[in-house]
């Protein structure tokens, strides 16, 4: 039954009014451990993102989206398990299917799949993006510091361990800093003021592939260039100056809301939603005085 259905016979067997929001609140939790921002007027452009912790030994789940372009909170849950139809139901309630443009998300596989199927432009985060590369290179340099010692070690016996640990060392800081040095030439793909020019840029960017390294020639074959629209669409026409290309606003929002450091002093799950809901409050008031952007 729809949302104005069950809402109509509300009021005719009970005489009592109730808002879409309420129906669909009560319909997803039953009220409880969920909030719906019924003042907001929503924009079409959202960051999803979820949090985890354990309270009393138990992994709870924080869910959240956020409207990128009235800067607000729209939607949050917690949830005792997380999964594709949770992700999708909690989404699927909160936002009308009129109201969905775009979505920016991190960069979860399950999320492809979910977002498409409630008809969102998806945002792969290009934040995240950059994280993950540079975490996946300090893995592979590392590797590369081992083999290398290993090298050292068998071509030079007269080395002595703490002379080892300083030339791999200094090898490790250089070997580091240019890698950094390419990944910055690549994160300027994202400063490109048009979605033409970002395109001119990874032809570019594909010409210059034989001088970059080797590690990351391959993280951005295999992880990048066959899917590198789902990260460039806040610069297509339609999207442009509502999509963004991160989910920074969101993470702020968390951050001030809900402090890793704090996290486990709640012992139980309402401790946990009434400080959460408390500091939400207080976000918002903030940023209706202009103390937060």
């Not at 959240?64 to 999964?83: C, G």
């Not at 993006?129 to 081992?146: A, Q, R, T």
């Not at 060392?169 to 048009?194: C, G, H, N, R």
Request: aromatic letters at 16%; proline letters at 3%; a negative charge.
């Amino acid at each position: 039954m729809s949302l104005r259905n069950i809402k109509r016979q509300i009021k005719d067997w009970f005489d009592i009014d109730f808002s879409h929001e309420s129906v669909r609140k009560a319909l997803l939790v039953g009220g409880d451990f969920y909030y719906f921002n019924e003042e907001g007027i929503l924009s079409g452009y959202y960051g999803y993102d979820e949090q985890w912790e354990k309270v009393n030994g138990n992994w709870i789940y924080y869910l959240v989206l956020f409207d990128l372009v009235n800067n607000v909170p729209i939607a949050s849950m917690l949830s005792e398990k997380l999964s594709e139809d949770v992700i999708k139901n909690f989404i699927k309630m909160s936002i009308p299917f009129k109201d969905r443009i775009g979505i920016v998300t991190d960069l979860k596989p399950e999320y492809d799949k979910i977002m498409s199927e409630l008809n969102f432009v998806h945002q792969h985060c290009t934040f995240h993006l950059e994280k993950n590369i540079k975490s996946n290179m300090k893995k592979k340099i590392n590797k590369d510091m081992v083999n290398y010692r290993f090298e050292l070690k068998n071509t030079h016996p007269e080395y002595s361990e703490d002379d080892l640990d300083e030339m791999i060392k200094e090898e490790k800081e250089k070997v580091k800093s240019e890698m950094w040095e390419y990944i910055a030439d690549f994160m300027e793909l994202f400063k490109q003021p048009t979605f033409d020019e970002a395109i001119n840029y990874i032809n570019f960017l594909k010409d210059e592939m034989e001088y970059y390294p080797q590690h990351l020639v391959e993280y951005l074959n295999k992880n990048f260039f066959p899917e590198y629209r789902k990260f460039l669409r806040f610069l297509e026409k339609d999207y442009k100056d509502k999509l963004e290309s991160t989910n920074n606003k969101l993470e702020n929002f968390n951050g001030n809301t809900m402090p890793k450091y704090e996290k486990r002093n709640y012992r139980t799950k309402r401790g946990l939603w009434s400080a959460l809901m408390h500091k939400k409050d207080g976000w918002i008031k903030r940023r209706n005085e202009g103390l937060t952007s």
